[in-house]
């Protein structure tokens, strides 16, 4: 790849000094060409919960319940994947990061935020998911 103009050369086994395309040297002066690491960017719908009123025994247990209990309660009520939402903990754990893991997304974590009674609905299924009752 010429890091000048961003032309990528074919891969036929020719060795290349000069760029094909702007003529800018690509190799240096041992013939070596530099590698390439492509990388790729992506965005993702996500939601950041940082729950209150934590008790403050056995918080890590509490807070990874709640974690996997949404994240279960989103998958069943909206009919997802295993793969397609994904979640972490962070700000030394006691913040609860959930995003749509699948190219594009399915749109599931903007309804939570624009419907008022779709997180209601989600804490109700992660309720009944943990076998609580009234």
Known sequence: ??????YFHSVDGQHRDTCENCGTQIADANGDQANVNLLITETSNILVIEPKNIPT???????????YALMRSIQAVYKLEDNELG?????????LLFWEAVEGGAGVLT???????????????????CHFQE
Request: proline share 2%; net charge negative; glycine share 8%.
């Open 1 to 6: 790849m010429c890091f000048n103009c961003g």
């Open 57 to 67: 025994s056995d918080t890590a247990a509490f807070l990874t319940t709640l974690q």
């Open 87 to 95: 979640t972490e903990r962070l700000g030394g754990g006691k913040t």
């Open 111 to 129: 309804q939570l935020l624009e419907n008022p009674q779709a997180f209601q609905t989600i804490a109700q299924t992660a309720l009944e998911i």
